[in-house]
C-alpha cells in the first residue's frame, strides 16, 4: 500500500540526521496521499538508521492504523491537522533543530532579512502564540496543528508561500508538496534562522530586507515568471 | 568481576568523543553495582580511544581499587558521593561540554526554555554554590558530590526528575538508571545548553515554558501515562 | 573551447561544498578569459556534486550562451559587470556562506580588526547601499554588478586590494586573478567575517586595527616586497 | 640533524588542521634544541598535508638557515626571541585559531572563568599591549616576541605556569616543553577561550573562579603534589 510514498518518507526521515536536524529521535516525516486520505509517517522512539520501508506507519483521517505494526510517532495528529487545513500540502517535516528551536523558544517570527530566506519564505516565518492550559492538556497535539491553522488565518498568510512555523515553545514544522520539498525547507529554514541570529549579533534589531526584494528573490524561484535552475526542472528544490 | 556493566562503562566513555561531549580526557563515565555497592570507573587521563575492558577500575564505597591496575578518575569521590545520596541511579557522566560548561561558569541554572528541555528535564537545571575555600582544599571531590546533593535537597528536587547538574564555575554531571542513560542525559543537557543560550541571543532573558507544557512534554515520556515510542521499549532514552 | 579554464571553473564550484561555503546550490563561481572576451560560469540550481566539464556554461559579452546546454547562473549578468567594471580580475565566486551573509544582511562594512583580514584585505570590506526599487524590477543582476562597482569608486577602493564586497540584503561576491584566488578570497573572507562576529560577542564595537598593522601584514604578502611563502611560488593564496 | 625533533615538528604541523586550529597555512608549530641552540621549524606558506620531514628548516639563534631547502616561517624571529626569553620552553605553536584569535582581536585578557582553564592556565591568559609604529616598521616579528616577553615579566607571569599569550590585534601563541605539549596547550587554549565566549553571551561580565578553585585545579594536574592521570605517565598533557 503507498509503496511510493513510503518510500519518500522513508528517505526523508534518513535525511534528517545527514542534514544536521536531529539529535536521537527527535524528528518526523510523513507524506500523505490526497485520493485515499491516508497519511504515512515516521514510527515512534525509533532511531533513523534503524528505520525501514515496513516499519513506516499508514494511518487514516481518524489517526487509526491501518498499516503497520508499531505506533505512529507521537506528533501524529498535528501533522494530519496540518493536511486537512492546509490543502495544498502533501508533506511535513518536523525537528528541533537548534536555530529554528532556538527562535520558538524566543516566541518571535523568524524576520526576513534577506535574499536567502526571501528564496524560499515570502515573508517573515511566524512564531504561533502560546498554547493554552486546556489546549496542552486535551488534544495536545491535534490542537499543536489547530494553533499553527490559525496562526496562518489570522495573519492573513498562504501556506504556499510561507511554508514553515515556529510552534512557540516547541520548534518548526515545515511542509511542501513532497516529504523531499518539506525535508528541503526544514534545511533552508535552519539556515535563514541561524543567519539571522547572527545578524542579530552583529546588528541589533535589524532592518527586514526591502518589499521589492523580497518580492524580486521568491519570484525569480516561484510561479510563471521564474527564472531560477533549467527549464523543465523541478527549481524550487 | 561485574563483566556486564564494566562493559556498560567502556560503551558509555567511548561515546563521549562521539557525541562530541570531550576534549582530550576531560570526562568520564562510570556505573554502580547496588547489590555489591561497588563501582565501576574510567582510568584517570587515559585516551578513550585506548580504553579497553581492562582498564574499567572498579572501587569499593571508600574508593579503594578492588579490581583493576590503574588508577581511577580523578573524579571518584563525587561519583561515589552521588551514588550514596541518590539511590535512584546507577550511571554518572561528567564530561566540560562547551554549552553546559559555560553555563556552570556563568552560575546560573539553565531554564526550562522549551519542549526539547521539557522531554527530559523537569524544570530548570540547577546551578550549585560556588564551593567554599574550606571545600576546595580539603576532600575536593567528595565535596563537589556534597554540594550538589545539598542543591537538590535545597531546592526540593528529585533526581529522577531532573538528571543533571552543573556544578559552579566547573562543569555538568548527568545521571540515570544505567550509565547509558547518563550518557543519554549528558547529550541532551548539552543540546538543550546550547539552545537556551542562542535563545538567549536572539531574545535577551526569555520566558520560560509555562508550567502546563513542561508537566505535559516531561509526563508524556516519563511515569505510568507515558505515550511517547513503542510500548514495552525502553522509551525515554 | 577554453577547456582550461573550464576545469578551473568545475574544480572552484566542487570546491564550494568542500570548504562549507555553501547550502544545495547557493553559490557559483566562474572565470573570464580577457582575450576571447568570453566568461565560463556554473549551470544554474545544479548540485555541486553532478558537475561534469561538459555542464560548464560559456557565454558572451551579452550573457548569450556560445557554448554548453544549460542554462547559466541566474547571477550571469552580475558577474559579467564585474568583469568589465574590474579589469585586473578574471575569477568570481559568490556564495551565502554563514558569517559573510550575516554581515550583508546587518548593511555594515566588514572593520579589519585582525591581521588575519589584514593579510588579504587592505581596510574593511565594504557593504553596499541598498538597492533602489527600479534597480531591483529591473535588470535586478546587472545592477547588482553596478552596486558594486558603484561601492569601489565612491569609496575610491582598489578590487586588487580589497578582492570582496558585501551586497546589502544579499550575500557575498569575491574575485581574484583566478576561480582559483576568489575561492581562496570566499574562504579568507567567511573566516573574518566569522572572527569579526566573535570579536564583537568578547567586546562590543571593538577597534580596528593600527595603519602600521594594516599595512604591515597586507604588504608582507603582496607587492613586490612581500616576503611570506617561498620565493617563486604562487604566494598570495 | 635533528631528526627526532624534526619529526616531533612535522607531527604538531601536521596536528594543526586535525585540531581545526587553522585554515589554508595560518599557523607554524616548532621546536628547540638547547644542547645545538637550534630550533626546527614549519617552511612558510606549504600546505600541511604536503610537508615531510625533509621539508622542516633549521635555523640558528640569528635566524639563518642551518638545514633545509626551504624559507623558514614568517614568524620564525618571534620564535626564536621566545627561546632566548623563555628558558623553559622547547616547543612553541602559532595559530589563528578563531575564537582565540577572536580575544586577541577583543584586546582583552582571557580570565579564567571555569576549572578547565584552571586545569592548564594558573590565571588568566594575558593580552599584550598594541604594538607601536615602529615595533611593526623594523624587525616586526622580533618585536611581537619582544613584546610577548615584555607582557609576562611587567605582569610578573611564569611562562610555565601560563603557557599561552594573546597578541593584540593577530592571534595567539602557546608553548610547552615540547612541540607536543605547545599544540596541546593550543588546543586548550582555543576551547577555553570558546567557552568564555560562550559564557559572556549567557552571563554579560561573569566572574572568575576564587583563588583556592584556581590554584586547587592547576595543582592537581602540576607539580609534586598532582594526583591527576596515572603515576609515571606525562600526566599534563
Chains 1, 2, 3, 4 share one sequence.
Not at 509517517?41 to 525501514?52: A, F
Amino acid at each position: 500500500m503507498l509503496e511510493s510514498l513510503k518510500r519518500e518518507v522513508l528517505e526523508a526521515n534518513q535525511a534528517l540526521p545527514e542534514y544536521n536536524l536531529v539529535t536521537f529521535t527527535w524528528g518526523n516525516a510523513s507524506g500523505y496521499d490526497r485520493d485515499s486520505e491516508l497519511m504515512v509517517i515516521k514510527p515512534s522512539g525509533v532511531t533513523y538508521g534503524d528505520l525501514t520501508l515496513e516499519d513506516m506507519v499508514v494511518v487514516n483521517g481518524n489517526g487509526d492504523v491501518v498499516e503497520g505494526s508499531l505506533s505512529p510517532s507521537s506528533d501524529t495528529a498535528t501533522h494530519l491537522y496540518l493536511y486537512h487545513a492546509f490543502p495544498e500540502i502533501s508533506g511535513i517535516v518536523h525537528t528541533h533543530s537548534p536555530w529554528a528551536t532556538s527562535w520558538s523558544q524566543s516566541g518571535k517570527d523568524l524576520p526576513a532579512l534577506g535574499t536567502t530566506h526571501a528564496d524560499y519564505f515570502h515573508g517573515a516565518v511566524p512564531c504561533t502564540r502560546e498554547m493554552r492550559k486546556e489546549e496542552v492538556e486535551t488534544d495536545y497535539e491535534m490542537e499543536t496543528g489547530k494553533v499553527i491553522a490559525e496562526t496562518f488565518k489570522t495573519n492573513h498568510l498562504a501556506p504556499a508561500a510561507i511554508p514553515a512555523v515556529l510552534v512557540h515553545g516547541h520548534a518548526p514544522f515545515t511542509w511542501g508538496t513532497s516529504p523531499r520539498e518539506a525535508l528541503y525547507h526544514a534545511v533552508v529554514l535552519e539556515e535563514t534562522a541561524k543567519m539571522a541570529a547572527y545578524t542579530n549579533m552583529i546588528q541589533p534589531s535589524p532592518a527586514e530586507i526591502s518589499p521589492h526584494l523580497l518580492d524580486k528573490h521568491f519570484l525569480r524561484k516561484h510561479g510563471s515568471n521564474a527564472y531560477y535552475g533549467q527549464s523543465g526542472k523541478e527549481n524550487k528544490v
